[in-house]
């Protein structure tokens, strides 16, 4: 079986190219998941650290879903995804919720350590045998490690221009997809490993990114930043018309620990930053401003809603370097049908048209 028809299998309600909404924490909620499966991709509610509330929302899926003219496809999973930062949030609190909700995916991210991974991996299969266990990474050595320990069903493969979290040192995924790739391959072989099929997130906001995921390997494309742009997201204005705004994402993000620091969201390990927009936050703390006194004015600024975020703003932005293609907020399931949609035709574009000998462009 090909990686699109074990897709199919396992997510029967899915359309190919695979589209799938990455977890944001406190951002992506029941409505967005759940829109996202309407469209045939794949959504995630982002629990990240704290997992308190994941019964509720959980619950709140399932009645929207249960509402939803088309209704739920499977009789056996809930058909939308759950992402926890493994290690911030509790396994033990999670597990009741994932045991009566059977969840379709659980994406793990950001374990302390490979063993971490496997307890959760093999707790959520103990209490739901038929929820899959996605894994994302953002490097060869991880991904190898993982596919050995974790026999992960999806590996999402992150590349460094993603939006959010992310390894501090890291490859786009021009590379990172096919070393990924071809690392696994060997693996599978020589170690009869179960093959996890591949994902690829980084940058992609449209459908020509998508496409060259593909052309790199993976068999589906995830999107964080381009869900922030969308009417189902949990976001402030003031946040959303940044990632409106903002262009030119390789010079205008940046990946650092400063917003982190300043929000008080610390925990992450040595070796993960974020990349967000760069705002006063960052300036500030590049120019020498003493940790102390930019919290304190993080913290004032808090307190001006909209009017915080911007280049002179002091909110936290996360985004990814691709913000600048995003022009427009739209229904998560509008995005979803255009980005598959432009995918396949650049896709079908490309195995039409071949070059003559002097590079022009033939229809064959
Ligand atoms: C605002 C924001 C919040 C995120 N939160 C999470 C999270 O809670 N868990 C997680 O695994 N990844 C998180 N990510 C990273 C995504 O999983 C994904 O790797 C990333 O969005 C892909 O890059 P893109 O944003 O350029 O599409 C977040 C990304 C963004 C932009």
Redesign the pocket.
Known sequence: MDATERLKKDYPWIQTPLIVQ???????LAPLAVEVWKAGGIGFI????DVSTLSSDLSTAQSLLQSSPTSSTTAHTLPIGI???CWGASLSEALPSIQSYRPAAL????AKSISEFSTWATEIRRVSPQTKIWV?VGSVKEAVSITKAVKPDIL?I??T??????LVNGASIISLVPEVHDAVQELVEKERVPEPVIIA?????EGRGAAAALALGAAGV???????ASHEASISKGYQNEVLRASDGGQTTVRTKVYDTLRGTTGWADTHN??GIINRSYGDAMSGMTEEENRRLYEEEVGKGDGGWGVEGRMTT??????GLIKEVKNAKEIVEEVRDAARRVVERLKLERLDEKGSKVKL
């Not at 994406?107 to 950001?110: I, N």
């Open positions: 990455a977890p944001m924490r406190l951002i992506s982002g629990a990240g650290t992402g926890v930062i994406w793990l991210f950001a994302q999402v992150q590349g221009d993603a939006g959010g979290h992310g997130a980084g940058s992609i906001v995830a999107m964080g930043t381009r869900f922030l974020a990349r996360y985004a990814g370097v691709g913000v």
